[in-house]
């Protein structure tokens, strides 16, 4: 069981990523004490040092991060970035957490990786076919942790779409609709 806070003073915290999520992860995480691993095809040195990361490579950030978390952007370029290599690279200890775009990771090789424990466990709130498909093998794993892609549910982004509903609804009825969809 990870106890937060006390289990991870230390660790290294591999990010997949350093952008304006990926620095804000980051922050978290060397709040809590954790080394800082960073890597994404085109990050700077620059950019870690922005942040108080480390640029290493993406081998080295699957073999040396206790959490390796995700912050790309989807693409084609980006599409399966971490694959079965990836993920067997990673120490038996780490876990995997992609709260960005499901595609972004092999769903088979992590499903078998799980299966076989090379890994302790992930954590996904996103996944290639949303919602996960009731016959899905991650739905069989102990060791994995879904969310129904709810990490845009916060106060802040609540409070931008209620305004833009009253907003959309105060326009139609004054006869000139906005972010028609289809229209």
């Keep these: 069981m990870l106890t937060v806070g006390a289990d991870l003073h230390g660790s290294t915290l591999g990010l997949c990523g350093l952008g304006r999520l990926g620095g804000l992860v980051a922050n978290v995480g060397q709040a809590f004490g954790m080394n800082i ?5 085109n990050l700077t040195a620059e950019r870690c040092a922005e942040i108080g990361a480390t640029l290493v490579s ?8 206790d959490f390796v978390t995700i912050h790309l952007v989807l693409s084609d370029r980006s599409r399966g970035t971490v694959g079965e290599r990836e993920l ?23 499903a078998r ?6 890994i302790r466990g992930a954590g996904l709130d996103t ?18 942790v879904t969310t129904p892609h709810l990490g845009y549910v916060t106060e802040g982004c609540y409070r931008i779409f ?3 509903i009253v907003e959309d609804i105060s ?4 006869g000139n609709p906005i972010r028609v969809v289809g229209g």
């Excluded at 691993?37 to 095809?41: M, R």
């Excluded at 996944?127 to 994995?144: I, Y």
């Design 37 to 41: 691993i960073a890597w994404s095809p």
């Design 113 to 118: 990786v799980l299966a076989e424990r090379v």
């Design 162 to 164: 209620f305004h833009d």
């Design 127 to 144: 996944f290639g076919v949303e919602p996960l498909p009731a016959d899905h093998p991650f739905r069989t794993l102990d060791n994995l």
């Design 58 to 65: 993406k081998d080295e950030l699957f073999a040396n991060a």
């Design 171 to 174: 326009a139609w009825l004054d």
């Design 88 to 110: 067997r690279m990673m120490k038996p200890s780490a876990y995997l957490i992609n709260s960005s775009r499901g595609p972004l990771v092999d769903e088979d090789a992590l």
